[in-house]
């Protein structure tokens, strides 16, 4: 009934109306559970009923307002995959709205990144990452989030504090640096004079996460007092250990003072 009530208002024939229902009950998977109450569906069972309310209209756009906010953690991934599936299978232009990144990220073919109101960039959800318009969205795009530093440049080299750590055709100013988290290669001959401590190690499958505290007293690191470097497990690296670094020029980005992207 909730499936066919669209169909009812728009006065569709019996007959078509029930075949379009079941037609979009087997869509969803749900077409065992017609004869269900709402209380007995699951909650993500409700969502795909919803979708199927929609769709069963055949509307031109589908605008989905934050579907998946009050599932759970292992409901919330499932029902993502259900949605990509459906919108691919029936071809309806589908507008996402989400705070969440992971999902936009995953589930869209072109993205768009608002602020108050205003689109501050959209693109290909890679592209996007890659290549960030702004601070903002370097920092909304990324889990961990993008690693952010006060910095300089001077005679063509981008400093952090004391320490060059790559090369620049712009000319001298102070900018803030955006290092992805997983834009640090390990110098295992040492030759580089990037070095930090590393505070605490967490190591998940093939990847280990670094979390390192600036060394000094001047406040570096904007928004945090540590940042994150995602490296290959097979470092083995420790606690307490000193590691050299070199940066990923593709993952690290400039901007000025005002968050801008520096080109």
Do not use: C, W
């Not at 589908?94 to 768009?112: G, K, L, P, W």
């Not at 501050?120 to 961990?144: C, I, R, T």
């Not at 097979?234 to 000193?242: H, V, W």
């Amino acid at each position: 009934e909730n499936i066919l009530f669209p169909l009812q208002n728009l006065k569709v024939e019996k007959e078509e109306a029930k075949r379009r229902t079941y037609e979009m009950a087997e869509l969803v998977g749900l077409q065992e559970m017609l004869d269900r109450k709402p209380k007995e569906l699951s909650g993500g069972q409700q969502q795909r009923v919803a979708i199927a309310r929609a769709l069963v209209k055949k509307p031109r756009v589908l605008l989905l307002d934050e579907p998946l906010s009050n599932l759970d953690a292992r409901l919330r991934l499932q029902t993502r995959e259900e949605i990509k599936r459906i919108q691919r299978e029936t071809g309806i232009t589908t507008v996402f709205v989400t705070h969440d990144q992971e999902e936009a990220m995953s589930i869209s073919d072109e993205i768009v990144v608002m602020k108050d109101g205003v689109i501050q960039q959209m693109g290909e959800p890679q592209s996007v990452y890659d290549f960030p318009a702004n601070l903002f969205v370097a920092k909304f795009l990324g889990n961990p989030q993008i690693n952010v530093f006060e910095g300089e440049i001077k005679s063509k080299d981008i400093y952090i504090e004391n320490m060059a750590i790559a090369k620049t055709k712009l000319p001298d100013q102070k900018v803030i640096i955006g290092i992805r988290p997983e834009g640090f290669n390990v110098d295992t001959e040492q030759k580089s004079k990037v070095m930090f401590d590393v505070n605490l190690v967490e190591t998940i499958g093939r990847d280990t996460t670094l979390i390192i505290d600036m060394p000094g007293e001047e406040e570096t690191l904007l928004d945090k007092k540590s940042f994150k470097a995602i490296v290959d497990a097979s470092y083995r690296i420790k606690s307490g250990q000193t590691v050299h670094f070199t940066v990923k020029p593709e993952k690290m980005h400039l901007f000025n003072l005002d968050g801008e992207l520096l080109k």
